[in-house]
């Protein structure tokens, strides 16, 4: 009754006095286990004491060897003291279990880069859970058999970490064999899983065979890269959400066969933001002068930043032409153009003659639309 009376009495002190009690409690040869590890949670581990109180009553370190191991590990691939935190009050077993080191060894040395093997781990604790062999080992070795090129299977974990731990036999193999009866070549299923692993996880084959043929029917060609990412865009959203996103594309004067069209030649337009084609589109419109058939051929540059690129460009081109370099703004390509090409095209080669072209690529010019503008953009 007394010791229980005294350790009640230091789990108070440690929480109002955590840093003087955990030194206390290294210095006594034979500290109480959860003493130990309360000190071992708020010193090493960087736990807040209502936190280590909480976590001691989950594990108990009857010596650190182990738990340091697991700390330096993690600590030499780039986790953070707070992302280190995190992982403990999430899995409390992190620093007492002795199978959790060969499955970090594991994970670590599978090819992610130091950022991906943080970001994996962070978001999915759960994988230390797991059994090494029958689980992680045996998933690994699955995936792979569908993705052959590593810096797939790692973006594709990293997207998805609990591709390591589904039954891939439910779901994921099924509508890998419903994309190949497609005539899809192995080598786009494998890209595809890669940056759309959830639908192969989580959409049934059936919902896929429904979705693919709906994709079909849209006049999407099987042999094109279009058709795998109007699948996985459409596998991405409800009807409900597809019904209002065409009404919010009507509500800024398209009409569905322009929606339609747009969406053949860029799927990702259906999951833009309400926003942001409200934003895109108004800004297309009245400065640019662009009507709906012409953002219906680029639907892309509808998914760019109006402040980080397409604003920037405009105001290049519009300084240009105002000084008669060029005869007119012909199309939208300057928009899809990459940085380098933009920038060697209209920028570098006009900076001496205009330092103006500068000013407006670097944001530091408004962009006013020219006169005239409306009637070439509709033409182009």
């Not at 990412?229 to 597809?242: A, K, L, P």
């Amino acid at each position: 009754m007394l010791l229980s009376s005294l350790f009640r009495n230091q789990i108070k002190l440690l929480i109002t006095r955590p840093t003087t009690l955990a030194r206390s409690l290294h210095k006594d040869t034979h500290p109480n286990p959860s003493s130990l590890t309360i000190s071992y949670l708020i010193e090493s581990c960087h736990l807040s004491p209502q936190a280590a109180v909480s976590i001691a009553q989950k594990i108990n370190i009857k010596i650190t060897q182990n738990a340091d191991f697991v700390l330096n590990f993690l600590k030499s691939h780039g986790f953070t003291n707070t992302q280190i935190a995190n992982l403990i009050t999430r899995y409390p077993p992190l620093l007492s279990s002795s199978t959790v080191m060969p499955k970090l060894e594991f994970l670590q040395g599978v090819g992610f880069s130091s950022a991906q093997f943080t970001r994996v781990i962070s978001l999915s604790p759960s994988l230390l859970m797991s059994s090494l062999e029958k689980k992680l080992k045996r998933n690994f070795d699955l995936l792979s058999s569908v993705i052959v090129n590593d810096q797939q299977l790692t973006t594709a974990i990293c997207r998805n970490p609990w591709l390591l731990l589904s039954n891939l036999e439910a779901n994921f193999f099924p509508n890998v064999r419903t994309l190949q009866s497609y005539g899809i070549p192995s080598v786009r299923i494998a890209h595809f899983a890669a940056m759309y692993p959830r639908v192969l996880q989580q959409v049934t084959s059936e919902q896929l065979e429904v979705i693919a043929e709906s994709i079909r029917k849209m006049g999407f060609n099987p042999c094109s890269n279009m058709f795998l990412r109007g699948i996985g865009s459409m596998s991405g959203i409800s009807r409900s959400t597809w019904e209002r996103k065409v009404a919010v594309y009507k509500s800024v004067g398209w009409t569905e066969g322009e929606v339609m069209s747009a969406f053949v030649r860029f799927p990702n337009c259906i999951r833009l933001s309400d926003e942001k084609i409200k934003r895109g589109t108004g800004f297309f419109v009245k400065k640019m002068h662009w009507g709906p058939s012409i953002l219906a051929v680029r639907p892309v540059v509808l998914g760019l930043s109006l402040e980080k690129r397409v604003i920037p460009r405009c105001s290049v081109l519009s300084v240009l032409v105002s000084k008669g370099l060029l005869p007119r703004i012909s199309s939208a390509q300057f928009l899809i153009l990459s940085e380098d090409n933009f920038l060697n095209k209209y920028v570098i080669k006009y900076q001496d003659q205009v330092p103006k072209v500068l000013q407006a690529y670097n944001g530091n010019v408004e962009f006013v639309a020219l006169e005239g503008e409306s009637k070439t953009m509709q033409r182009s």
